[in-house]
């Protein structure tokens, strides 16, 4: 079984990834499925009343359009189709700022250690990496600054304001 970096740790990947297929994604019967945005429009309450749903967002797709369901969404995945493409770091932080998310926030696709500790500032608590990076060795990609100076979604207070409270 995969594994993925949640909470800083490694634990097994029980969630399926469905791929954007033509139309509509076949959805299993059972288990934790993530499927695309447009599937998740078209079979949303037949998916609601199935649980153990998540969805993927593309780089393209405004987080808004699930803003509604984040209440219900156990997981919300955010897709990196190649590790030039940025957007996912707003997708991210609008979820958690704009929206409030508690969930799970996973960023999948070409994933790679140097990116793990800006991508957890805005909001990912889930990392699925590229199956060419050793997950265990990404770990330590959490520890590689002890500090940073700007606000960001794990630490709202910038570091000259944390330093005038005194935390």
Known sequence: MEKVIKARRL?????????PAEGQAEVPAEGQVIVPLATWKAQRERLLARGNVGVVLEPHEDPAE?????GVLPLVAVNFPNFQ???GYSTARLLRERYGY?????????????ELFY??????DAFAL????????????FDDFSEAYQASVER??????????GV
Do not use: I, M, Y
């Open 11 to 19: 634990v097994p990947d029980n969630w399926q990834l469905l791929e």
């Open 66 to 70: 699930l803003a509604q369901d984040l």
């Open 85 to 87: 493409d940025g957007r």
């Open 102 to 114: 508690k969930g799970e926030v996973r960023a999948v696709g070409d994933v790679l250690r140097d």
């Open 119 to 124: 991508l957890s500032r805005v909001g990912f």
């Open 130 to 141: 590229r199956a060419d990076q050793d997950v265990e060795e990404c770990l330590r990609a």
């Open 156 to 165: 709202p207070l910038p570091l000259f304001r944390r330093r005038l409270l």
